[in-house]
């Protein structure tokens, strides 16, 4: 696992982090469910607690789609390549690119390959980019969440004992209610 | 687009997937240091915008030069592939693959991927 430089991450009195989503995109209820699955992914493992906001004014975190040229200086191109970007703490900021195709899995598939190799699965890469937004940067174990690729049509939600350890090691991991150290991820 | 399942995904000329932007790329396989090809100057691009050349340089020529032969290099260690610094299959099929627009690297030199990390071999 990886940190940014200087290890960034949220201080420890603002450990109840809010997440809004940019109003513009319209986005569906079931789409915003796919999000705060994946938050609570990240949350099961650290003393971190995720509340949705409406107000992206107040929110800590927003999450938004945007295609092309968005005004970040990291433009996004078009369909496939890149599928998002987000930053390190506590800017807060998660960018998906609006030229691709999502898919919004059943919950209950943890890691899977679909026949379809032209869509994204959207939880697999909020899961990435949330780790991304609590300080976290890119691993080379090609099973964990924070591996920076792909393939259309992967599903890969569940953080493996890499994202875990790393995450750990900034947040701690929350006391006894929360899933030990030792579990998660696919061996 | 949102599909809620697989089956109301329609067929893949219908989707966006079909016009990916770095397909290109696997036209240059087999490139190595050297080489002159049309389309390296994209790949240099790639490799700078995820921070494996340094920001500092950025005239990119069609030459394979050893500024892209060590981004290859330090990409196949990153992504756990033989390091030969050449564009074999297997790391232009990495290359394409769809990923996070993070960089990986910090400037082309820092890295806490396999790259930036110190293997200590131990004795058993």
Same mark, same amino acid.
């Given at each position: 696992?990886s940190?940014f430089?200087?290890?960034?991450?949220?201080p420890?009195?603002?450990?109840?982090?809010?997440?809004?989503?940019?109003?513009?995109?319209?986005?569906?209820e079931?789409?915003?469910?796919?999000?705060?699955?994946?938050?609570?992914?990240?949350a099961?493992?650290?003393?971190?607690?995720?509340?949705?906001?409406?107000?992206?004014?107040?929110?800590?975190?927003?999450?938004?789609?945007?295609?092309?040229?968005?005004?970040?200086?990291?433009?996004?191109? $078009?369909?496939?390549g890149?599928?998002?970007? %987000?930053s390190?703490?506590?800017? =807060?900021?998660? *960018? !998906?690119? /609006?030229d691709?195709?999502?898919?919004?899995?059943?919950?209950?598939?943890?890691?899977q390959?679909?026949?379809v190799?032209?869509?994204?699965?959207l939880?697999?890469?909020?899961v990435?980019?949330?780790?991304?937004?609590?300080g976290?940067?890119h691993?080379?174990v090609?099973?964990?969440?924070?591996?920076?690729?792909?393939? $259309?049509?992967?599903?890969?939600?569940?953080? %493996?004992?890499?994202d875990?350890? =790393?995450?750990? *090691? !900034?947040? /701690?991991?929350?006391?006894?209610?929360?899933?030990?150290?030792?579990?998660?991820?696919?061996? | 687009?949102?599909?809620t399942?697989?089956?109301?995904?329609?067929?893949?000329?219908?989707?966006?997937?079909?016009?990916?932007?770095?397909e290109?790329?696997?036209?240059?396989?087999?490139?190595?240091?050297?080489?002159?090809?049309?389309?390296?100057?994209?790949?240099?691009?790639?490799?700078?915008?995820?921070?494996y050349i340094p920001?500092?340089?950025?005239?990119f020529?069609?030459?394979f030069d050893?500024?892209?032969?060590?981004a290859?290099?330090?990409?196949?260690k990153?992504?756990?592939?033989?390091v030969?610094?050449?564009?074999?299959?297997?790391?232009l099929?990495?290359?394409?693959k769809?990923?996070?627009?993070n960089?990986?690297?910090?400037d082309?030199?820092?890295?806490?991927?396999?790259?930036?990390?110190?293997?200590?071999t131990?004795?058993?």
């Amino acid at each position: 696992y990886s940190f940014f430089p200087g290890k960034p991450q949220w201080p420890k009195r603002n450990r109840d982090l809010s997440y809004a989503f940019v109003p513009l995109n319209n986005l569906t209820e079931e789409v915003k469910q796919v999000f705060a699955r994946a938050f609570t992914r990240w949350a099961d493992v650290t003393p971190l607690n995720f509340t949705r906001s409406e107000s992206i004014l107040r929110a800590d975190i927003v999450i938004g789609f945007f295609a092309g040229d968005h005004g970040d200086g990291e433009p996004f191109d $078009g369909p496939m390549g890149t599928l998002a970007h %987000a930053s390190s703490p506590p800017t =807060g900021m998660f *960018h !998906l690119d /609006g030229d691709e195709d999502w898919l919004i899995s059943g919950e209950d598939m943890s890691r899977q390959i679909l026949p379809v190799t032209s869509v994204v699965d959207l939880e697999s890469v909020a899961v990435h980019e949330i780790g991304h937004l609590l300080g976290l940067g890119h691993s080379s174990v090609e099973d964990a969440i924070m591996y920076p690729a792909i393939s $259309g049509g992967h599903r890969k939600v569940e953080l %493996a004992k890499d994202d875990i350890e =790393g995450i750990q *090691h !900034l947040y /701690g991991d929350g006391g006894s209610n929360r899933r030990s150290e030792t579990s998660g991820g696919a061996e | 687009t949102f599909y809620t399942n697989i089956s109301s995904i329609p067929p893949l000329h219908l989707l966006n997937a079909t016009r990916s932007a770095w397909e290109t790329f696997e036209k240059l396989t087999g490139c190595h240091v050297g080489d002159k090809a049309d389309g390296l100057s994209k790949l240099k691009q790639y490799f700078s915008r995820f921070g494996y050349i340094p920001a500092a340089v950025d005239n990119f020529t069609d030459d394979f030069d050893d500024v892209l032969q060590s981004a290859i290099s330090t990409y196949q260690k990153n992504f756990n592939l033989k390091v030969t610094g050449k564009l074999d299959a297997s790391t232009l099929g990495q290359i394409v693959k769809p990923r996070c627009g993070n960089p990986d690297m910090i400037d082309g030199t820092t890295s806490e991927m396999n790259a930036g990390k110190k293997f200590r071999t131990v004795a058993r």
